[in-house]
């Protein structure tokens, strides 16, 4: 902020936080907000959680108003502060500030993090878990100062673990709780843990990693991939783009067809009329109709207990949805075909590519669980981030043990097990892993993935989500979102029942947003860049029936050590030593953590408001 002595921030960025649904509540609300301006972020959130805890009120009224507070008050966590003026209240981001700068932002967003993981491990559950670690830590042979050393030598003699259970998850856990981030926490699909050692020091971890589902819907990934019809922020890339950059643009066009059509025989009919394997949109309506009469009985079933009739209703809900995105895909593939410029008809016709997005879409359901790994943790454990082991932590993505971790064939997942027949596999092969997703947790570029490389496979900057998650959106949140839309609806929307999949957490906190009247939570103002590690030439080609998938062999740890000490330990090993022996260590770190979590919190300097 320079010589600044407080935050610009722009009228037009203040955020309106006007609640609906508090009943005789909305005027102890109104109340509360006017006591808020003025005092210092850390006050502002204790306020509002003990107004939150100390609501007792079953009725549907009062469970909205505890909602409210708690939203509110991750707003407070995640970097806005509440306004109050005209009987009115706003939220106001600091991110948004104008004299606050790029590195200015990047600085407050690792506070806001490291805010939010303080908090988390105040609760019960994590301060035990971090309490455990450490003991654990102290019980074994932790040597990060011989580690040092021998990294002066040479490579280390590299050891990934696959980190589920025992000391290795507890040793993974405690370096992964030194990171300023929310605690680990589990999450719904398929998740690969990897802890990494050097044989000779094996109770000193160097990093961690870890690799889960991807999520549906990153527009810059998808459009990379090929799988949406064109780029949403205007530049190049999607579906368009690669179709005309091809020699026979029909031959890929009736490829990409073709695969829709196999999804499409493949389907389970159960429930469902007869299938025209040419798809059309005719059909489709047809199809559309029978699902949404499906999802009312099935909401009308959740509501009255009935879960086996519940769960039958889902299964057809997302059969007859799925037949009608691949038919609607096809429709549109067959419109490009007879085109005499199927490129010209896709940029200028809005509908056409409604109807081949559709079908990509369902393109990328199928086979997202197999084919692509998101790195959602990645780095150095301390004290080693000087010898940059989160450019090793990187070149873990593409190494033979992860990729044998993750399987090259899978089951189908229950979603697809039930929506699809099970000769759907042999009719449409799973090719394997064919690449590798992340993104960086600030704004810019990552230093971590830049020029990093995995046996000879080089990450590459794809472009930026979109801001979105609930990565800031804290347990109690969550449970008390969940009370009120099942006081208002009658049923809970969080659950661990088949089909609600890993986004029932995000759809949930977005209905009770919208019911609430306030403004979307989750779309958290980080636009982060995101990264592949392509493990094939061309991940989207192979997708689209383009190209046939080669049999990908991962990296040996071996030569993942040796490439890695040689581009960026060896020129400077004994500064790095240097830098890594005055770093703090494991154990200071998590015991700096407890006496953190520990004492009653900090309170933080008041923020001065300009607008």
Request: charged content about 25%.
């Amino acid at each position: 902020m320079g010589d600044r002595d407080g935050l610009l921030i722009p009228v037009n960025k203040l955020i309106e936080f006007k609640p609906t649904r508090l009943g005789e509540f909305a005027l102890e609300f109104a109340k509360a907000a006017t006591t808020l301006s003025g005092l210092p972020q850390t006050e502002v959130r204790e306020r509002l959680k003990q107004a939150a805890e100390g609501c007792e009120d079953q009725t549907s009224s009062g469970k909205a108003f505890r909602a409210t507070l708690l939203i509110l008050r991750d707003y407070v966590d995640s970097g806005y502060y509440p306004l109050s003026q005209d009987g009115k209240v706003f939220v106001a981001s600091l991110l948004e500030a104008r004299n606050i700068g790029t590195a200015g932002r990047g600085q407050a967003l690792r506070l806001l993090y490291r805010q939010a993981r303080s908090n988390a491990l105040r609760e019960p559950v994590h301060r035990k878990t971090l309490d455990r670690t450490l003991d654990i830590v102290n019980r074994l042979d932790y040597r990060p100062e011989n580690s040092i050393e021998s990294l002066i030598e040479g490579a280390p003699d590299l050891q990934l673990t696959v980190a589920q259970h025992g000391t290795q998850r507890m040793l993974w856990r405690a370096v992964r709780s030194t990171w300023s981030m929310t605690p680990d926490a589990s999450a719904p699909g398929r998740e690969v843990s990897i802890l990494i050692t050097d044989r000779k020091t094996p109770d000193t971890p160097l990093g961690v990693a870890q690799f889960r589902n991807v999520v549906p819907e990153i527009r810059c990934r998808d459009s990379w991939l090929g799988l949406t019809s064109r780029n949403s922020d205007g530049g190049p890339g999607g579906y368009i783009d690669r179709l005309e950059a091809g020699e026979d643009q029909n031959e890929r066009l009736r490829a990409t067809s073709k695969v829709l059509r196999t999804l499409l025989a493949a389907v389970n009919t159960e429930g469902l009329p007869e299938l025209g394997l040419a798809g059309g949109q005719q059909q489709a309506a047809a199809l559309q109709l029978r699902s949404a009469s499906y999802r009312l009985a099935y909401n009308d079933a959740r509501k009255n207990g009935k879960r086996a009739e519940a769960r039958d209703l889902l299964a057809k809900t997302k059969r007859a949805e799925t037949a009608a995105e691949l038919s609607l895909g096809l429709a549109g593939l067959a419109a490009c075909i007879d085109a005499e410029a199927p490129v010209k008809l896709l940029r200028e016709s809005a509908a056409t590519r409604k109807l081949v997005d559709a079908g990509l879409r369902k393109i990328w359901h199928y086979h997202m669980g197999f084919v692509a790994l998101e790195m959602s943790v990645c780095g150095a454990a301390p004290p080693f981030g000087p010898f940059r082991l989160g450019k090793l932590a990187a070149a873990v993505a593409g190494s033979e043990v992860v990729l044998s971790a993750w399987g090259r064939d899978r089951p189908l997942g229950e979603i697809a097990a039930t929506v699809y027949r099970p000769e759907v596999r042999a009719l449409l092969p799973n090719p394997g892993p064919l690449v590798v997703f992340t993104s960086g947790l600030y704004p810019g570029h990552s230093s971590q993935y830049n020029r990093a490389s995995s046996g000879g496979r080089r990450w590459l900057r794809i472009g930026e989500t979109r801001g979105f998650g609930s990565f800031h959106i804290a347990t109690d949140t969550i449970d008390a979102i969940d009370k009120y839309n099942e006081a208002a609806d009658g049923y809970s929307h969080i659950t661990r029942s088949f089909g609600e999949g890993a986004s029932a957490r995000f759809r949930a906190i977005g209905r009770a947003l919208s019911s609430l009247g306030l403004p979307d939570l989750r779309r958290h103002d980080t636009r982060r860049p995101l990264y592949a590690l392509p493990l094939v030439e061309d991940p989207g080609a192979v997708l689209l029936g383009w190209a046939e998938a080669s049999n990908v062999v991962g990296a040996s740890e071996t030569d993942l050590a040796n490439e890695w000490w040689e581009r960026w330990v060896r020129p400077r090993r004994h500064a790095l030593a240097q830098l890594a022996h005055q770093t703090p260590d494991l154990l200071d770190e998590l015991s700096g953590l407890l006496r953190e979590v520990g004492a009653a919190p900090e309170q933080n300097e008041q923020l001065r408001l300009a607008l």
